[in-house]
């Protein structure tokens, strides 16, 4: 079993950079590859970034590349995004998630699920 708490979320400006961290609990976050999900006003779920267990290796949705850097410190249990350059249309609520792998995070394939944290970027 694992649980996850984001944090870090709040409003920014257009431009502005946010670092998102999600905590995990449990002895085995190291064995799970990690990602962020983001479900934006009136939009379903997508897929943002994952990275796997051994933070070697990442992938990123296309409209964040550049922009989003994910990483995971697997001695504190902690998975972080640094968001950059952020518009108006990142505004979200941003989930942290485990599952087995990151290419199949990436078809929202998880094993568990954060409670969200808002961003919000005003223009």
């Known amino acids: 079993q694992v649980q996850l708490v984001e944090s870090g979320g709040g409003l920014v400006q257009a431009g502005g950079s946010l670092r998102l961290s999600c905590a995990a609990s449990g002895r085995t976050f190291n064995t799970y590859a990690m990602g962020w999900f983001r479900q934006r006003p009136g939009k379903e779920r997508e897929f943002v970034a994952a990275v796997t267990w051994s933070g070697g290796g990442t992938l990123y949705a296309e409209s964040v590349k550049g922009r989003f850097t994910i990483s995971r410190d697997n001695a504190n249990n902690t998975v972080y995004m640094q968001m950059n350059s952020l518009k108006p249309e990142d505004t979200a609520v941003y989930f942290c998630?485990?599952?087995?792998?990151?290419?199949?995070?990436?078809?929202?394939?998880?094993?568990?699920w954060g409670q969200g944290t808002q961003v919000t970027v005003s223009s």
């Open positions: 998630a485990a599952g087995a792998t990151a290419p199949i995070m990436k078809n929202l394939r998880v094993d568990y």
